[in-house]
Nanobody, 121 residues
């Protein structure tokens, strides 16, 4: 079993910055894609950013140039640096990881519990 624990959410004024962390623990051989999703008030869950095991990234158009996703494979931890935050970034942010528990096992995806980010105007 694998657990994902997010941290770093909170309340920030518009224009401010936050960094979210997602620490994976448990039976991990390697982590393929790590990603951040969010669900804003009254909205559907959307992909914010994703990063592959070799560092390829993609971002939602709404966050390009403001958010940066990264990962530390040695620590099994992913990060989301969020700059120039806007009120519309207010949401619960969820970490996602596609994890292989052993070398020849199929991968499974896991979700974190979510962390609230609130941006005040």
């Amino acid at each position: 079993q694998v657990q994902l624990v997010e941290s770093g959410g909170g309340l920030v004024q518009a224009g401010g910055s936050l960094t979210l962390s997602c620490a994976a623990s448990g039976s991990i051989s390697n982590i393929n894609t790590m990603a951040w999703y969010r669900r804003g008030p009254g909205k559907q869950r959307e992909l914010v950013a994703a990063i592959t095991s070799v560092g390829s990234t993609n971002y939602a158009d709404s966050v390009k140039g403001r958010f940066t996703i990264s990962r530390d494979n040695a620590k099994s931890t992913g990060y989301l640096q969020m700059n120039s935050l806007k009120p519309e970034d207010t949401a619960v942010y969820y970490c996602y990881a596609d994890v292989r528990s052993s070398r020849f096992a199929p991968s499974h995806y896991y979700w974190g519990q979510g962390t609230q980010v609130t941006v005040s105007s």
